[in-house]
């Protein structure tokens, strides 16, 4: 592995271990055994070095969506869809944190627009055999706040070093939501 994929790789680890509040360059370097002019040589600096980070972590979260299995039925495929996003989340909480920290900062993340898309097509899909109540936008959006949710409780649970959410809620979640943008024809 070259330098500059070490810090990448060192800058995650810091990430998915510490969280992004306690994300510094000491740590990075320590880890990637290179010294801070290495880390400013291939970064420019540490937030260099983190927007890297985060665009990384996008796109492995957009690899691991991409390379999912995808059912055939429209509903089954956003259920799958909607579990590998809170399994990413339960996975790696404190760099998922860190992620949506970014996105809710207003960050233009191409990997993070592409797995929306991702969530788009599969609402439309939904759509086009007659089964969606809401519009495509609304049922994407309540479909991405009730993930978001389920992965706070993962985040959540690791701050105040509790147990992991129940199954069961994670699955109340998820049922609620899709029960809400499906027709009632469809839910029978």
């Not at 290179?34 to 690899?63: K, N």
């Not at 439309?124 to 519009?135: E, N, R």
């Amino acid at each position: 592995m070259d330098t500059r994929a070490t810090l990448l790789a060192a800058a995650l680890r810091v990430l998915e271990d510490e969280g992004e509040a306690q994300f510094s360059t000491r740590a990075v370097c320590a880890l990637a055994h290179v010294t801070a002019p290495t880390l400013y040589h291939h970064y420019g600096s540490a937030d260099g070095l983190l927007s890297a980070a985060m665009t990384e972590a996008f796109a492995q979260f957009l690899a691991s969506k991409k390379a999912a299995v995808q059912s055939s039925d429209p509903v089954t495929a956003l259920r799958e869809g909607w579990d590998d996003y809170v399994r990413f989340a339960a996975a790696r909480p404190r760099l998922y944190a860190a992620m949506m920290g970014r996105v809710l900062q207003g960050a233009q993340i191409p990997a993070a627009q592409q797995a929306f898309a991702l969530l788009i097509e599969r609402i439309a899909a939904i759509g086009a055999q007659g089964w969606l109540d809401p519009t495509v936008e609304a049922a994407a959006d309540l479909m991405w706040a009730s993930a978001n949710a389920a992965s706070l409780l993962y985040v959540t649970a690791q701050l105040r070093n509790t147990v992991p959410p129940m199954p069961a809620v994670l699955e109340d979640i998820r049922e609620n939501a899709i029960r809400t943008i499906l027709t009632e024809e469809s839910k029978g």
